[in-house]
Every structure is written in structure tokens, then in C-alpha cells.
T-cell receptor
């Protein structure tokens, strides 16, 4: 398996523009996580999906952020409109959760998308 | 609420010296514990994990970690550091019930002196 694939690797955009980050989880994984990494706040969990359903979006900073998972092999994180303070590295991770609760498994991370909003 | 604390933001060691990175967690039940490493510009790679059983776990690249329930700690160790170990290290806890997610510490940046 190629691992978790994120695109683009780098994104530079102007303030006010819409930004869409993409993620393809590892095949067979049913949990997907979006994290944001900054120097000031470290690695923050934004949202997590289980079986394509958003389970916990309490980390989404504000309404400008939205995430979708239309199927088991694709997820997007959208920022509209973007602001300079959104500049960060955004990571997608996936894992497998058993039907009767979390399996003993780790999260596998993509390479991240470095977003710069100018 | 579950949380992870890594008290050392930066650590500098000489090549060949031993290393210990500290991690303390807060969780109401037995947690799943992880150590990840992040090299510059890269994603996070799993070093090792603890779920149950033997409290001393071995990982990749010569790392090990010890789970101490009484101290709520899961410290990472390596007997002899190599220059290529310079990176940022993250401790994480995975919940075993409820909303299943991973919570990360703020990381420890390791610098290795030649």
C-alpha cells in the first residue's frame, strides 16, 4: 500500500481564497483524522471520521473550516475564506477501528500539506 | 479529559550518549500509548506502541519505552544516540472507549551534537 496520500504537498494562496486539501487513506482503514500543526499550538486534532461519518469535530476552529468524507477512500478539508492565521501544516491520518471498539492499532500519517496564506 | 504532557521542548545530547524523553499522560483507563518521530518536512512515523502486557516495549531504530502506571508515564529511551536521530518526537495517547481518537503531546525537539 502507498500509505496515506495527501495533496497538494504545498499550497500558497491569497487571503480570502478557498483552499481544499485532499486525503486518500490507507485501503481498509475506517477511521480518518485531520490534524493541524503549528509552532505555537503543536499538533491539534481538527476532526475525525469513522466509517465516513464525522464523529468529533470539536477541534475545527471555526465555521470557515469544513471537512467531508464522501466515501471510504477520500476526504477533503476546506477552508473558505482562508486567512493568514490558517497557515500551518495539515496532516491526514488513518487507522482501523474494530466494530466492537478501537482495535489496537496506530494512526498512519500522510506527508502533510504545507499551507501558506498571504 | 485525556491529555499528554511532554515537559521538555528541546533536548540536546552528544552522539553516542544515552537519551530519555519524558511523557506523562492523563487518562481514566488504561490507555494505548505511542511514540512517533517526525523528521523535517516529513509526516509522523511510528516508533513504538503499548497496548498491554510487558511494560517495556521495543521499537524501531533501537528505541524502547517503559509504561509506568503509577507515574502515568511512558518515557522513550535509547542507549546510544546517532546523529540521524535528530528530529521531533511526539508522545500520543489513544482512547480505548468513547470517541476513539489520538491525542498528541507538544513534542520534544532533539538535537544531536557530533
Amino acid at each position: 500500500d502507498a500509505g496515506v496520500i495527501q495533496s497538494p504537498r504545498h499550497e500558497v494562496t491569497e487571503m480570502g481564497q478557498e483552499v481544499t486539501l485532499r486525503c486518500k487513506p490507507i485501503s481498509g482503514h475506517n477511521s480518518l483524522f485531520w490534524y493541524r500543526q503549528t509552532m505555537m499550538r503543536g499538533l491539534e486534532l481538527l476532526i475525525y471520521f469513522n466509517n465516513n461519518v464525522p464523529i468529533d469535530d470539536s477541534g475545527m476552529p471555526e465555521d470557515r473550516f469544513s471537512a467531508k468524507m464522501p466515501n471510504a477512500s477520500f476526504s477533503t478539508l476546506k477552508i473558505q475564506p482562508s486567512e493568514p492565521r490558517d497557515s500551518a501544516v495539515y496532516f491526514c491520518a488513518s487507522s482501523h477501528r474494530g466494530d466492537r471498539g478501537p482495535r489496537r492499532t496506530e494512526a498512519f500519517f500522510g506527508q502533510g500539506t504545507r499551507l501558506t496564506v498571504v | 479529559a485525556q491529555s499528554v504532557t511532554q515537559p521538555d521542548i528541546h533536548i540536546t545530547v552528544s552522539e553516542g550518549a544515552s537519551l530519555e524523553l519524558r511523557c506523562n499522560y492523563s487518562y481514566g483507563a488504561t490507555p494505548y500509548l505511542f511514540w512517533y518521530v517526525q523528521s523535517p518536512g516529513q509526516g509522523l512515523q511510528l516508533l513504538l506502541k503499548y497496548f498491554s502486557g510487558d511494560t517495556l516495549v521495543q521499537g524501531i531504530k533501537g528505541f524502547e519505552a517503559e509504561f509506568k502506571r503509577s507515574q502515568s508515564s511512558f518515557n522513550l529511551r535509547k542507549p546510544s544516540v546517532h546523529w540521524s536521530d535528530a528530529a521531533e518526537y511526539f508522545c500520543a495517547v489513544g482512547s480505548t472507549s468513547g470517541t476513539y481518537k489520538y491525542i498528541f503531546g507538544t513534542g520534544t525537539r532533539l538535537k544531536v551534537l557530533a
